[in-house]
């Protein structure tokens, strides 16, 4: 599908019909997820998949009964590691030469380290950037999405171990729409909200 295809017709669907997705399909909408850009190479997304039906039922729940949690083929919780910057992070650079690679490093420690607030906006920039291609790619490989912030972040991050050191970013639901999204909710004009050069 075509790139602007694939944004004009990407919508937030909220009814699925029962369907499972291929172990191969998932696999190729995680694998074009990571090639989502993220600040210093960081990746520090974390995606948990979710195909088991009790368990998307009991994020149902905790999503205040949205049924296209339950509904859909796969629910994919974004989260990201707020310590990436310091585990091992020669490995993000692993293909550059030694020296360009320390300095990566070095730069990237020094930015991180005890800034507890850009650590958490690395995370959702991260996952936001995350979340948008894996949304237009399921819409390429025919399938539907709805990115969700309404749920229980305390009780899901509870619900799957979530580590200490990590955050919930958001979800992004797939599956096959039964009932197309409703007509768009009203675009602002470009004009109110792009600004040349300052405001
Ligand atoms: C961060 C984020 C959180 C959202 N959370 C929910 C949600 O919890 N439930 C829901 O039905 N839609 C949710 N949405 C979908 C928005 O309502 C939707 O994107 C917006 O109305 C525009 O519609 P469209 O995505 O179809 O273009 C969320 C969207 C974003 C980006």
Redesign the pocket.
Known sequence: MDTFDAIKN???V?NFKNHEMTKNEIHQLLESAILSPTSYNIQNWRFIIVTKQDLKDQLCSL?YG?R?VAEASLVIILCADLKAWAKNPERYWINIPEESRKALVDSMRNSYDGKSELQRDEAMRSCGMAAQTIMLAAKSMGYDT??????DYDKVSKLINLPDDHVIS?MVVVGKAIKP?SS??GQLQLSEIMFENSF
């Open positions: 990407r919508r937030s909220k999503s949205q296209q709805c990115p969700m912030k309404g749920f958001m999204a768009r909710g």
